[in-house]
């Protein structure tokens, strides 16, 4: 992304080329099983597609938005219901964010997966006295629970 837009900004093709070369293995890769990623905004599915909407505006290259298109239809309410990370870096709340910028051109498929999304946090969430907060710490939820007690972490 940072090459994109460096692209934009001084129009150096050597910067584009950089770009779309770093960006080739990551499509590939994504386009290939794009049900069994992460849903995280910083380690998952919806990182690519935030990635190239953006540098298919940067760019203007139209088949990163085709390719990131792609992806979110990879993403579908089970993969929603199955998360269990829930947080911005590795869950649905990454994915909210993340796939909002295909609005443009997904309109109902974003709203439909933002609202499943938050439906799934909201569901999942535990009532505190002084706010609420999610299920799991991301490390329980990557190892199945399992921390000692003086470790996990009270995320609010």
Known sequence: LALSAAFARCQDPSFASAALGALAPVRELALEEPGSRPLGAFDGLPCVIYVLWHSARLLEEPALVDDGRRLLHGIDRESVERDRVFDVTSGLAGLILAIRCLEPVEEKRVHDLVEASARHLVAHAKRLEDGVQRHL??????????LAPES?????
């Open 152 to 156: 996990k972490a009270c995320a609010r």
């Open 137 to 146: 710490d991301i490390r329980e939820a990557r190892t199945g629970g399992r």
